[in-house]
């Protein structure tokens, strides 16, 4: 018990450990995107294009989306650290947006964006899974 008298308790290993698995999930497609960000934005041939797509973005703009949503990505991964609700909430919120944002470059690049696209659901269901279970330090 704390010295107000409510009681407090431990955060329980599964959801510390899903967080922790998803923050470096996040950490590792945050730096993903930010390579195919760079990719795209410094080498316009390096992705080819399939026809006929109804979303189709010129490469260097798909660069720059890629980039700054993987800094902002990586970011929220190194916040998932703090254990704060606030940075879970952050995970998830760009877990889906990333998710979307592969749903979309498909076209350029499939394998790649279906792999970030599984990755992005396994982030969302370890940050809500336990999310009961987990304290704000």
Known sequence: MSQHGVQRHEPSAWALGFTG????????????DVIAGLSGIFQNNFYAVTSDYVFRLNVTAWGWIHL???????????????????????????????GIENFFFLPYYPLWSILI???????????????HDITET
């Open 21 to 32: 698995f998803a923050a470096f999930m996040m950490i590792i497609i945050g730096v993903f």
């Open 68 to 98: 700054i949503i993987g800094i902002v990505v990586l970011a929220a991964g190194f916040g998932l650290f703090s254990g704060a609700v606030w940075a879970r909430t952050v995970g998830v919120i760009m877990a889906i947006i990333i």
């Open 117 to 131: 696209i599984a990755l992005s659901i396994a982030v969302i269901w370890a940050l809500t899974a336990h999310g």
